[in-house]
């Protein structure tokens, strides 16, 4: 993920001044849940040590999809008292995400940001570019609210909470638990709120469908990561009950799956039972 800088903040409930994480530029190569923020409001987060009130901050940053060839500069009127002010920081934000960038991608798209002032704006430009649904959007707040409103319940009424709206309980729900969850551990203080998000996380993992199919795939992939080889992405692949898991298994063990690799995969469909052998030509054959 993107480095993140700090940003002064003032509690609006009570006052207390504290530092928090802050992204100046989301470029969704280095970073695959940078779209997935921006439509849930998900982008720079601050949530007070103090008294947990927390909330999305108005700043401004650079939203980058190289596939697209598209750079979103989002640049409120508060960026600056004027223009010369926010055409710097405008200038700034775009240097930064081309410096990180290698010369050979720096393409004349990236001098000409598309702006926007509203992120209600920006938003609906992302899912433009992303072939996302009003109704997902809409979606993606009701699961937003659902989330606080199982921290602000006892731990007791999880699940009756849970079975109400286990429809809402899907990989964005946990990206989101995720990302607010990384802005606490990153702002150092140790706060109830964290305590509780921890543990809610934790319930939805153990307690419903999606969450024990993201800590298989989790757990799969890790497996593999830690001793990358022909026989662990086998074995992992053949373990994968999903397709998502079998797409991040690919993209991270392409380079390994040559000649060899597939005449192991053959070995082991010729000595698997009818059935299993079944399943292994058509995981094969994807």
């Not at 392409?254 to 292994?280: C, H, W």
């Amino acid at each position: 993920m993107p480095p993140r800088f700090l940003a002064a903040v003032t509690c609006p409930s009570c006052g207390t001044r504290f530092q928090t994480p802050v992204q100046q530029v989301l470029d969704v190569r280095v970073d695959a849940d940078a779209a997935s923020r921006v439509l849930s409001g998900g982008v720079n987060v601050a949530v007070c040590p103090s008294c947990g009130t927390g909330g999305a901050l108005n700043l401004p940053f650079i939203y980058h999809d190289p596939e697209k060839e598209v750079a979103l500069l989002y640049l409120p009127v508060d960026s600056g008292s004027g223009m010369v002010e926010r055409q710097k920081v405008a200038g700034r934000l775009t240097r930064q995400l081309m410096d990180a960038m290698p010369p050979e991608e720096r393409k004349g798209y990236l001098l000409q940001p598309e702006t926007f002032i509203s992120m209600d704006t920006l938003v609906k430009r992302v899912l433009e570019l992303e072939g996302v649904s009003e109704e997902d959007l809409a979606r993606s707040q009701e699961q937003r609210e659902f989330v606080a409103a199982l921290l602000q319940a006892a731990q007791d009424q999880w699940p009756e909470m849970v079975a109400e709206k286990a429809a809402l309980i899907d990989e964005g729900l946990f990206a989101f638990l995720e990302y607010v969850l990384q802005l606490l551990q990153a702002s150092g203080q140790e706060t109830a709120d964290a305590e509780t998000l921890e543990a809610l996380h934790e319930y939805l993992v153990q307690e419903t469908d999606a969450g024990q199919a993201l800590a298989k795939r989790s757990e799969i992939v890790r497996t593999f990561a830690e001793n990358p080889s022909r026989e662990t992405l086998l074995d992992a692949l053949i373990q994968a009950s999903d397709d998502d898991t079998v797409a991040l298994l690919v993209q991270s063990g392409v380079s390994l799956m040559d000649y060899g690799f597939f005449q192991n995969f053959t070995d082991k469909i010729e000595a698997a039972p009818p059935d299993e052998a079944e399943r292994l030509k058509k995981r094969r054959a994807q």
